[in-house]
Structures are given as structure tokens and as C-alpha cells.
């Protein structure tokens, strides 16, 4: 089955960095347009950031700048490298193929004080 485990988040002063990891098992990982998503309590989880499998990125325009996402297609892995972080980043961040929409990991909390 499709298993996905996020990692690598933590609490960070404002301006600071976190990369996360993802690592994805049960699919053809290097097939999938991957994601990464955030949730921050009481909002709507929204799409952070996706990669195709040849490495087009796309970005939402909230962290455009400051968040790389980048893949390693022979380890199943995501990453999300986040610099210049704000408060307003704090939340759960979630990873999972784009298609693929019934798939959750447990996610990793990512706290920005200011």
C-alpha cells in the first residue's frame, strides 16, 4: 500500500530554515507529480509546492522565493527546503502524489515564532 513519512520539521525562530524530507513507498515514485501541503489550525490545508517527475516546479505565490522543492527519484524522496521562514508558515506539512488525493502521511509540525 501506499506509505508516505514525512520529516525534518521542528521549531524555528522567524528567518529561519527547515528541510523536510518525504519518503514514498507502494508507488512508481519516479512516475508521480509529487506535492507538498501545509495546514495551519483552523485553515483549509492549501498546496505548498509540486514537482513533475522531470523536475518542473511550481510554487504557490505565498512562498515563492523561499521554498525550494526538489526530488530524489532513486531514494522516493521529497524534500522541501524552506528558507526565510515567517510565522505565518507555521502549520502540519503534508506530502503525497498530486493524483493521488485519498493518501495522507501523518505530517510534520513546523513552528515559526516571531
Not at 515514485?29 to 485553515?43: D, E, L, T
Not at 510565522?87 to 501523518?106: K, N
Amino acid at each position: 500500500q501506499v506509505q508516505l513519512v514525512e520529516s525534518g520539521g521542528g521549531l524555528v525562530q522567524s528567518g529561519g530554515s527547515l528541510r523536510l524530507s518525504c519518503v514514498a513507498s507502494g508507488i512508481r515514485f519516479s512516475g508521480f507529480f509529487m506535492g507538498w501541503y501545509r495546514q495551519a489550525p483552523g485553515k483549509q490545508r492549501e498546496r505548498v509546492a509540486t514537482i513533475s517527475p522531470g523536475g518542473t516546479t511550481n510554487y504557490a505565490e505565498s512562498v515563492k522565493g523561499r521554498f525550494t522543492i526538489s526530488r530524489d527519484n532513486a531514494k522516493n524522496t521529497v524534500y522541501l527546503q524552506m528558507n526565510s521562514l515567517k510565522p505565518e508558515d507555521t502549520a502540519v506539512y503534508y506530502c503525497r502524489p498530486t493524483t493521488l488525493t485519498d493518501y495522507w502521511g501523518q505530517g510534520t509540525q513546523v513552528t515559526v515564532s516571531s
